[in-house]
């Protein structure tokens, strides 16, 4: 595939929404969110592809129709999911993108990813998109303290919101 400017402006864009310590740099994971598609494998986690989506209009309007990307990226998924966190919750979406790549241990995952760092990345990544996380959501983005719900069957919509709401409860 062929990268546009338009597709790459998007890209640096998704980036600009995650605030991320400025002593490091994070481009090998950012580029491997956004190399991995989204697969939503639970009923309604569709509507989470429709916020990546969204995100692409919000970006470029009527021009997404000119980027090449196919399918909706992880890196969409944690930008959408911010904003969302964000809305509900309150604070700012880039702090909560922080949060959620803190949550499924990926903030110590600076450049360069080579051998055991980037074979644990990408373990972490397999287990987001196929949900072998652990049952309180250890592992994903919203890992629960008090949860008696099977956090990998859950839409992730759910999962945020039970997520919130322990936030407030404790």
Request: hydrophobic share 40%; aromatic share 12%.
């Amino acid at each position: 595939m062929t990268l546009t400017q338009i597709d790459y402006d998007y890209y640096q864009w998704l980036i600009a929404q995650i605030k991320t310590p400025s002593t490091r740099s994070f481009n090998d994971l950012f580029d491997r969110l956004h190399n991995t598609e989204f697969v939503w494998i639970v009923p309604n986690d569709d509507n989470r592809v429709q916020d990546g989506l969204d995100l692409r209009y919000h970006f470029a309007g009527d021009k997404r129709k000119k980027m090449s990307l196919e399918g909706v990226t992880l890196l969409e998924i944690l930008v959408s999911l911010s904003i969302r966190v964000a809305f509900t919750a309150g604070g700012d979406a880039k702090d909560w993108a922080w949060t959620l790549l803190k949550n499924v241990k990926l903030s110590k995952a600076s450049d360069p990813l080579v051998g055991n760092k980037a074979n644990k990345v990408e373990d972490i990544i397999y287990a987001l998109i196929w949900r072998t996380y652990e049952r309180n959501g250890q592992g994903g983005f919203f890992p629960m303290k008090y949860s008696l719900k099977d956090q990998t069957k859950a839409e992730i919509w759910d999962q945020m919101n039970e997520y919130v709401n322990e936030m407030y409860r404790h």
